[in-house]
């Protein structure tokens, strides 16, 4: 499991052992347990296991689905979704995104789309997964999460199993359209760290009380019990979503979980926006696209 301290970084190989041995024991079955074969014939014939499905590590079309950091929200203006910065799909050369990195310059734009949407929570996946669908994509990324957590209050945040059936959702629709279509997807960020690098910034804290993450970021500078304890509330509702995220990625051979990869990662002010330090920077959104690019191409899933 995915836990603090000590994440998980169990993959999709473990599901495909298990089909592999699964398969095989049938095979052994075929002919009826250890009855002998037809006489005069030799071993009795054993069909073949079922071939794991092997993961394309150089996809030739992408949609993102997911929330305002795939949209590129305020990377490059205020308060603005600015799409050319996103990391899954972006053309902005400081950024150089999963797509531009898979597929050339060229190939990305003709061949990504951006179905995320900025505010959107892991109920709305769902339908972005529809939408990415009529594209028939080889690969779709997945970031959400986050707005399930930064809600008005603590009380208002999504729950654990309401946020796993939205998925197992999103999922389906996904597979109910395009059986072989490859998943990324991506952990939550550490909501908690983004807290603390970005409360050293007056701005931001003062853009902060326009409604960003009020859960996680309201009252920034109050250290008393009350508010260290909304924070940790927080910040383990975030650690239950990537555990959600990543055992029912590890339930399909054609998802890869980055392992905890984002939610781990030490984002310092560089990859924060100047304009609200809090979504990722240009900088911050050429990091998570450097994160994707290395687990999709990878020869083997995070562990």
């Given at each position: 499991m995915w836990k603090r301290g000590h994440r998980s970084r169990t993959v999709v190989t473990t599901a495909a052992a298990v089909l592999l041995g699964v398969a095989g024991w049938a095979a052994c079955d075929a002919s009826g347990g250890?009855?002998?074969?037809?006489?005069?014939?030799?071993?009795?014939?054993?069909p073949s296991p079922k071939p794991t499905p092997t993961w394309d590590r150089s996809p030739r079309s992408l949609a993102a689905v997911g929330d305002s950091i795939t949209r590129g929200f305020d990377a490059c203006s205020v308060l603005a979704d600015c799409p050319e910065s996103s990391w899954a799909t972006g053309s902005d050369a400081q950024v150089n995104s999963l797509a531009v990195r898979l597929l050339g310059k060229a190939g990305a734009a003709r061949r990504s789309w951006n179905y995320a949407v900025s505010g959107s929570r892991m109920a709305d996946l769902p339908g972005q997964m529809a939408q990415a669908a009529t594209r028939k994509p080889e690969l779709v990324t997945v970031m959400a999460g986050a707005n399930?957590?930064?809600?008005?209050?603590?009380?208002?945040?999504?729950?654990?199993?309401?946020?796993?059936?939205?998925?197992?959702?999103?999922?389906?629709?996904?597979?109910?359209?395009l059986p072989k279509t490859q998943v990324y997807v991506s952990s939550v960020p550490d909501l908690k760290r983004l807290w603390s690098q970005g409360r050293t910034n007056e701005l931001g804290k003062q853009i902060w009380k326009l409604g960003i993450c009020p859960s996680m970021l309201a009252d920034a500078d109050a250290l008393d019990s009350a508010a260290t304890l909304r924070r940790d509330?927080?910040?383990?509702?975030?650690e239950a979503y990537n555990e959600v995220l990543e055992e029912v990625c590890k339930?399909?051979?054609?998802?890869?979980?980055?392992?905890?990869?984002?939610?781990?990662?030490?984002?310092?002010?560089?990859?924060?926006s100047p304009w609200d330090w809090f979504h990722p920077s240009k900088n911050g959104q050429a990091r998570l696209a450097e994160m994707a690019y290395r687990a999709v191409t990878a020869t083997k899933p995070s562990d």
């Open positions: 250890n009855a002998p074969g037809p006489q005069g014939s030799s071993t009795p014939s054993k399930d957590a930064c809600r008005a209050s603590v009380s208002a945040m999504t729950s654990v199993s309401d946020f796993r059936a939205q998925f197992e959702d999103a999922m389906t629709t996904l597979r109910e359209a509330t927080v910040q383990d509702r975030v339930k399909d051979l054609r998802c890869r979980f980055d392992g905890g990869a984002v939610f781990d990662f030490r984002f310092g002010t560089a990859q924060l």
